[in-house]
């Protein structure tokens, strides 16, 4: 009987009756060993490549970790069965040859060479489908980032992508919203960074007329790329998201319908914040207010910057984002309700201050940075701004 293996998700052997898992196993070491074992079964490992793998900065003596790790190995194997598993060589281990084996990630390769082999039919629809309820996941986190398998595991990652993506287009086509609106759910779980996707779940959600949802989904993309990455959407997906909003005002209705729709359901608390796009938008109306009523609108960026001697090299990056999470609450809750603010890049927030003087907008910002240094001290930053009249060209500097 063969045994089976599941790379995929978490690591897991089964006879068909009995099961050894990452739980049983207990140790990520004794997972690492059994995976590398399996997925090397055809060849016969030497002590010293297994030691070259598992304890190559290891200062203590290798040889006799490596046969104790076997011990506790075997003895957990028994749970499946009295079958020896791990033969024993000269100098070396091997998986069992006469015990036969099949394994997830082998029928995945198998299936996605058939898919892109394949015509765009109801068969590579078939394939695909295969394909995507094979990969239960990205491999294992105990073993994923081990070097043996890193290449592999980012290999079949953009397999599974380049599936997804196949899949996708052939959901659409047939518009299967539904369908497509769950493979991107999923698909997102494993890359949540593909933009392409993401246009597939916008595509998804305006096919099935949930137009609240896709704008939604579109904030909380535009903020994951922002927050992450540092980079905005491109200009396939905000297309999307604005043909999106224009069709989910074509339909007529009432002006109390309209109101219920479009009113915040809770009592504003501070400013708004919004995603860039949208701050444009609104920047260019006040901007034009200013023009037709004279009257004075200040914009105010706000720049997080680490102290004088910085971070330690290995937390910085983390302290940085940290710090500018704090500035976000601190900036949201130090505002008033009318108020505009946006992330502008991963470390700036950009603010409207509409009817603000200059004096105004620089208590403003100084109220800011002392809420800031109060509630964010140990992050070792300060904040810089600038502060602009709209219709102005000079900007000051503190």
């Avoid at 009995?18 to 490992?45: G, P």
């Avoid at 290798?62 to 499946?80: D, F, Q, S, V």
């Avoid at 058939?114 to 990969?135: F, N, P, Q, W």
């Avoid at 491999?139 to 599936?163: C, F, G, H, N």
Wanted: proline fraction near 2%; glycine fraction near 6%.
């Amino acid at each position: 009987m063969a045994v089976k293996v599941q790379l995929f998700g978490k690591f897991t052997i089964t006879d068909g009756r009995k099961s050894i898992n990452e739980e049983t196993l207990h140790s990520k070491k004794l997972t690492r060993m059994l995976a590398y074992i399996i997925v090397n079964r055809d060849s016969v490992l030497s002590h010293q490549r297994l030691i070259e793998v598992f304890w190559e900065d290891d200062t203590r003596r290798p040889e006799g970790a490596l046969k104790n790790l076997m011990y506790r190995l075997r003895t957990i194997m028994k749970e499946l069965g009295d079958e020896q598993y791990i033969c024993t060589f000269q100098g070396a281990y091997q998986w069992n040859p006469e015990i036969p084996v099949e394994t997830d990630y082998e029928r995945f390769e198998a299936l996605a060479e058939k898919v892109h082999g394949s015509r765009r039919d109801g068969e590579t629809k078939r394939l695909c489908e295969e394909a995507i309820a094979c990969y239960q996941g990205n491999i294992s986190v105990r073993i994923a980032e081990e070097p043996w398998i890193l290449s592999k595991t980012i290999w079949y990652q953009s397999l599974y992508m380049d599936i997804v993506k196949t899949l996708c287009a052939i959901y659409k086509e047939e518009e299967k919203w539904n369908l497509l609106e769950q493979l991107c759910n999923q698909a997102l779980a494993v890359e949540a960074y593909d933009e392409e996707i993401h246009c597939r779940m916008l595509e998804s959600l305006r096919g099935q007329k949930k137009y609240k949802l896709a704008a939604a989904h579109y904030e909380r993309a535009a903020k994951l790329f922002y927050n992450n990455m540092g980079i905005r959407l491109s200009g396939r997906i905000r297309e999307i998201y604005q043909s999106l909003l224009r069709e989910s005002g074509g339909s007529t209705s009432s002006i109390a319908a309209l109101v219920e729709e479009t009113r915040e359901h809770e009592d504003p608390k501070g400013a708004y914040l919004c995603e860039y796009s949208v701050f444009r938008q609104i920047y260019r109306v006040e901007a034009r207010r200013v023009t037709r009523l004279g009257i004075a609108v200040y914009l105010l960026m706000l720049t997080v910057q680490p102290k004088s001697g910085g971070f330690a090299e290995e937390s910085g990056e983390t302290m940085l984002g940290k710090a500018v999470d704090a500035l976000e609450k601190v900036i949201c809750a130090s505002l008033r309700a009318g108020d505009v603010i946006s992330r502008y890049s991963p470390t700036q927030f950009i603010i409207i201050l509409p009817t603000c003087s200059y004096e105004s907008g620089t208590g403003v910002a100084e109220r800011i940075r002392k809420n800031f240094r109060k509630s964010a001290e140990k992050y070792r930053c300060d904040i810089a701004y600038e502060l602009a009249e709209l219709s102005a060209v000079d900007v000051n500097r503190h």
